[in-house]
Structure formats: C-alpha cells, structure tokens
C-alpha cells in the first residue's frame, strides 16, 4: 500500500530526519583507524535514543536485527551487523545506514565514509555513488514514474562501468520502514509507479567497483559482493511536495 501523507506528517517526518542529519554530522568527525564497527553503532544509537526516538533497525526482521546501524564495510554492501571484532583500518570505506522512528514515522538514509586516505578509485566510487542519488533525486518529483529515477540511477553508474546492485531497492516509507513502492536503482523512463504529493520515498543506491552480483554471509544479514570487490551507499528520505521533492535527512556537506 501507498501511504499519502498531511503536511503535518510531513513536519513529523522531518523532526524524525533531522535525528539522522545529527547522526551522520557526529560521525562524520568520529570516524578514524582504530575504532569498532561497535563503537559507530554506540554513537547513532546514543544520538536517536537522546533524542526519545527509537532505532528503526534495531531488532528488525528474523533474525532480529541486532545493532541500530548497518555497518557496512568494503565489500559488504548492506546488512553489516556491527561487531566489537570489527576493527576499521586505514583505507576502508564504511557505509553506515540508519533509521530512527519519532512519534511514529521513520527515516532511513545512509552515508559511506572514508576511514582515513582511502585509494582513489574507491574515492571516485563513494563520490559517484552520491552523485547517482542526485542524478535520481532529479525525477523525484509529482507525476514522474520510479522507473524514471531507476533509470537516471543505472545510466550515470554504468556509465563509469560500474555495477548496480538490482535485489535491494529503495521504497516508499512513513509509518513503517519499508512500503511501496519499490524504488530501483534501474530501470526504463516512464515506467513504474507514479509519484504523488504527500508520498514519501528513499532512494538508495548501492554500487559496486566489479560485478553487480551479491550474497549473503551465514550470519543470516550481511550482503557482500560476489567479487569481493569494494560496494558503496548512499540514500536520503525525500517528501514528495507540490513544489518538489524535499529531502528530511540531509544537510550539506555531511
Ligand atoms: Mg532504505
């Protein structure tokens, strides 16, 4: 089902986004050589928990999800259970999503950081990976189709010979976490479901440097690259409005 939302929701939406803004801002100067996938759980959790707002993930699915992020780190695409074992070095990349519901309505968005110099090839990864959601963000507008954000996602990736992830997608989000529609990372222009106002949705590519192919580690959760190869992610809530889309969990720079 297609949840159409009241401006109030909307305001609610983005008292939730605003939570995830502070948890990307922190880590953004937090994250170093020498720190515990743990220990980036620690600090999101803390910030959405101060906040009297609970982690969307926390628990989630089956098996329960059992951290607040997913923390995500070089070849894991998605789903990264955080661990103490976890150590991050020089030159990985970590993808930290996050979700938080306040008063009911939750977001969702992720960000892939550096962790120290990181090789230039996975810099241009992580840059374009971000630059692609804008490249979607540009048709997440009221009459325009989920294929048209598909498609401009796929387009600007492959075209850097990059490999898009197709088995996870975006989705429409609100009272829950995850609801139609689908939002993928490909596709064909003018097809797919039609955007509305009031709706919500998150676009979230994840793009791989080899082969678009994953699967899933034994741990029940984690997805990683068939190749072994280094994936990037990137992913805001964005409000459908009759004057276009607006994004509840981003501020520049961050
Ligand atoms: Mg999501």
Redesign the pocket.
């Known amino acids: 089902m297609v949840e159409i939302l009241t401006s109030e929701e909307f305001e609610l939406m983005k008292a939730s986004g605003r939570i995830l803004q502070e948890v990307f801002r922190t880590l953004q100067g937090e994250i170093h050589p020498g720190m515990t996938t743990f220990d980036v759980d620690k600090i999101a959790h803390d910030i959405i928990t101060g906040h009297g707002a609970v982690p969307s993930f926390l628990n989630y699915g089956e098996p329960p999800f059992p951290g607040s992020i997913c923390a995500s780190v070089n070849e894991e695409v998605v789903h990264g259970i955080p661990s103490k074992r976890r150590v991050l070095r020089e030159g990985d990349i970590i993808s930290v999503?996050v979700g938080a519901i306040l008063e009911g309505y939750h977001s969702?968005a992720c960000r892939t950081y550096y962790v120290g110099e990181v090789a230039p090839e996975v810099r241009d990864l992580v840059e374009r990976t971000k630059q692609s959601f804008f490249e979607g963000l540009k048709y997440a507008k009221a009459g325009m189709r989920t294929g048209d954000i598909g498609h401009a996602v796929q387009e600007y990736c492959e075209g850097f010979g990059y490999g898009v992830v197709r088995e996870l997608t975006?989705?429409g989000i609100g009272t829950s976490l995850h609801q139609d529609p689908e939002v993928l990372n490909y596709g064909k222009a003018g097809h797919g479901y039609k955007l509305r106002p009031g709706m919500a949705i998150?676009i979230?590519p994840m793009i791989t440097l080899g082969q678009r192919y994953i699967e899933q580690l034994d741990d029940g959760w984690t997805i990683v690259t068939r190749d072994r190869k280094p994936a990037a992610h990137y992913?805001n809530t964005i409000l459908i409005t009759e004057d276009g889309p607006v994004m509840t969990t981003y501020e520049e720079d961050v």
């Open positions: 999503d969702d975006g989705h998150c979230e992913e």
